[in-house]
């Protein structure tokens, strides 16, 4: 395949991902990494350690490596502050999107991702990309922000902007600031388990394994609607109850749950999911991996095992 592909936030959770998939095409793009990161993952062709927000930056980078595609994955969330989060997820995408247009990148086509906290709550049903947006959270009115700018910066730059809005990520690597993340984290000893520490075990999210999500922005930066917002989710709430009855079946071990109320969010809904429809007749994209297979990968990759 000709032409050039950036992955930004190269380094981190979804960047490993998004870099491991592209390397395993039997044709794959040239793949350059950006990231404030020292290093980049194996498998790159080239690797730019940058700070987005230095529009320059990127305008140098992008004369010497004009890319065809960008997948935009760089961005910041809780726990950093307030002002951290709009300078990287705001700020750092108008950058990018300005970069960009300055060194003439005009055929570029450009897949930002923001998240389903963008939505506001609904009573009942699946959450659409027409579904009223605003943000719960600050986290989630940041990326409501970051997708506005998106799409409208695209259009005024008169680049070729699709917004990947992802639901609630899990698989192998995924942080233990996320309760997918803590649960196996904790699933994962050895030792018999007495005990596990959660917050609300009835709240339902949708999941959906950051290996099927990558693969849903390189078929959106493919053929992805310029100026669109497609969900990427399972199509399916998931109560977290769910989720430990799944790793006890995984690991053997029964354990007593108690409630962190450290860990309780009282302002999150009790159910939230989402409808993957619109990528799906764009794209062909549908969900392929279970639950039972995100949970095994990061079962394994506690243990150090190749996921």
């Not at 430990?244 to 354990?255: V, Y």
Request: proline share 6%.
């Amino acid at each position: 395949m000709t032409g050039t592909l950036w992955v930004t936030g190269a380094a981190g959770f979804s960047g490993k991902h998004m870099v491991r998939l592209l390397t395993g095409l039997p044709e794959k793009p040239r793949l350059v990494g950006l990231d404030v990161a020292e290093a980049g993952p194996q498998g790159l062709d080239a690797y730019r350690r940058l700070d987005l927000n230095e529009t320059e930056a990127v305008v140098s980078a992008a004369r010497e490596d004009r890319p065809s595609w960008v997948i935009h994955l760089a961005a910041a969330m809780p726990p950093a502050d307030e002002a951290q989060m709009w300078r990287v997820n705001v700020g750092g995408t108008v950058s990018l999107l300005s970069g960009l247009a300055s060194a003439g990148c005009d055929g570029c086509r450009v897949v930002g991702v923001g998240s389903a906290a963008e939505y506001l709550p609904l009573l009942e049903g699946s959450l659409a990309e027409d579904s009223p947006c605003g943000g719960a959270s600050l986290y989630g009115r940041v990326k409501w922000a970051q997708t506005l700018v998106t799409r409208e910066a695209g259009r005024q730059l008169g680049l070729a902007v699709m917004v990947a809005r992802t639901f609630n990520l899990i698989g192998p690597g995924i942080s233990v600031s996320f309760v997918p993340g803590w649960l196996c984290k904790q699933f994962a000893q050895s030792e018999p388990l007495t005990e596990i520490t959660i917050g609300n075990t009835k709240s339902s999210r949708d999941f959906v394994d950051i290996r099927d999500a990558v693969a849903a922005y390189w078929a959106l930066a493919q053929q992805g609607e310029p100026g669109e917002v497609y969900n990427v989710c399972s199509g399916r709430a998931t109560r977290i109850q769910d989720l430990i009855d799944l790793l006890c079946e995984l690991t053997g071990h029964a354990p007593k749950i108690r409630v962190d109320p450290a860990r309780l969010r009282g302002a999150d809904p009790p159910v939230s999911y989402g409808d993957y429809g619109k990528l799906a007749r764009r794209t062909g994209w549908r969900p392929r991996l279970s639950l039972r297979d995100s949970l095994d990968g990061m079962l394994k990759a506690q243990d150090g095992a190749d996921d």
